[in-house]
């Protein structure tokens, strides 16, 4: 498997994790029995859950702009050093920015942020059409 794919595997079990913390605390604010529910009129309190399921449509927006990167380039053989540290960067930049969201640490979550846009910039620069090999 390539680097790039494993990012791609490993991003997916990160977002799993987000999700669960938003789970975790939400349950732990309105009980196990609301989840098992619709959750029509759900008013979120604690600021925790409110901050993961930010974080988590953030993570969202990401996933659908670095999924498909990721597919381009190993599925036109245009992986290379660049594609796996940009793969790395978007990873390891949403690693940190998670729990900096959690938290409400403000400039270094924005700075986590950053890292992971500048891993898409730099996948989406090795797989620009029209550019290359074919």
Same mark, same amino acid.
Request: proline content about 4%.
């Given at each position: ?62 996933? $659908? !702009?670095?999924?498909? +990167? #990721?597919?381009?380039? %190993? ?5 290379? *050093? ?34 992971? $846009? !500048?891993?898409?910039? +730099? #996948?989406?620069?090795? %797989? ?5 090999? *074919?």
């Amino acid at each position: 498997m390539t680097p790039e794919l494993s990012y791609l595997v490993a991003s997916a079990a990160l977002f799993f994790v987000m999700i669960s913390v938003q789970a975790v605390l939400s349950d732990k604010e309105h009980g196990i029995k609301h989840g098992a529910g619709a959750r029509d009129n759900t008013v979120d309190k604690s600021v925790m859950v409110q901050r993961a399921k930010r974080a988590n449509a953030n993570m969202i927006e990401s996933l $659908i !702009i670095f999924i498909p +990167l #990721i597919l381009v380039a %190993v599925m036109t053989e245009r992986t290379n *050093t660049m594609t796996a540290l940009g793969a790395a960067m978007f990873f390891w930049g949403r690693v940190a920015y998670a729990p900096l969201y959690w938290f409400g640490v403000p400039w270094l979550r924005s700075g986590a942020w950053f890292v992971g $846009i !500048i891993g898409l910039i +730099l #996948i989406f620069l090795q %797989v620009l059409p029209f550019t290359g090999a *074919t």
